[in-house]
């Protein structure tokens, strides 16, 4: 257990409306990332964070920003949701710079 | 940019039996790290082995073990004496060796759903 929650589990938003998800670590690491999972497309980065305050773009960043004000906690916002973010979104922590990456269990949201 | 491929979207294989999922990377890096994920219906994403590029030998994990074959950019899981419990999505990925920037990411392919049949 990598000691990785993510909230909510499960999620229905209307389009338009601002939508965060949480990502909370209890082991302190570093590196915490944002990815989102789509048939056929597998898991795609949308940001990723290396410590406080600092954070970085994925591939698919258009559409959402990430706060990370402490260590524990990475936050992914939603400005305007629409549809095309419906998805399952996982985040991911790193122990360290050779080490594999580690789940949480994932978010599905839906935006109608 | 890496790429990771995994061109077969869907396989079966008969419990017991044995089971090889394809995968293949484009980079031009000459160290990194490949692995295998497994996703089971409960979304939960699971480590099922690693591979050092640097590393001749291929890894193996129990009845779990890969062909890495670097010059080709080719890594497959082989899965012996297949298991009900081994039906799930499987992803491959990749992450550069390098400390900085985007090379901190995985790059996953698109996955492959493994069935086993009883």
């Known amino acids: 257990d990598a000691g990785i929650t993510q909230s909510p589990r499960h999620k229905v938003t209307e389009t338009g409306t601002p939508v965060t998800l949480r990502c909370h670590q209890t082991e302190n690491h570093r590196y915490m990332y944002w990815y989102r999972q789509d048939p056929g497309h597998g898991l795609r980065l949308i940001h990723y964070s290396y410590g406080v305050k600092d954070t970085d773009k994925g591939e698919v960043s258009d559409g959402y920003s990430v706060s990370r004000s402490k260590t524990e906690d990475f936050l992914l916002t939603l400005e305007s949701a629409t549809s095309s973010q419906t998805s399952v979104y996982f985040c991911a922590i790193r122990p360290g710079p050779n080490t594999e990456a580690f789940f949480g269990q994932g978010t599905r949201l839906t935006v109608v | ?118």
């Open chain 2, 1 to 118: 940019a890496q790429t990771v491929t995994q061109s077969q979207p869907e396989m079966s294989v008969q419990e017991a039996e044995t089971v090889t999922l394809s995968c293949t990377y484009d980079t031009s890096e000459s160290d990194y790290y490949l692995f295998w994920y497994k996703q089971p219906p409960s979304r939960q994403m699971i480590l099922v082995i690693r591979q050092e590029a640097y590393k001749q030998q291929n890894a193996t994990e129990n009845r779990f073990s890969v062909n890495f074959q670097k010059a080709a950019k080719s890594f497959s899981l082989k899965i012996s004496d297949s298991q009900l419990g081994d039906a799930a999505m499987y992803f491959c990925a990749y992450r550069s060796s390098l400390l900085s920037g985007s090379a901190r990411q995985l790059t996953f392919g698109s996955g492959t759903q493994l069935t086993v049949l009883p």
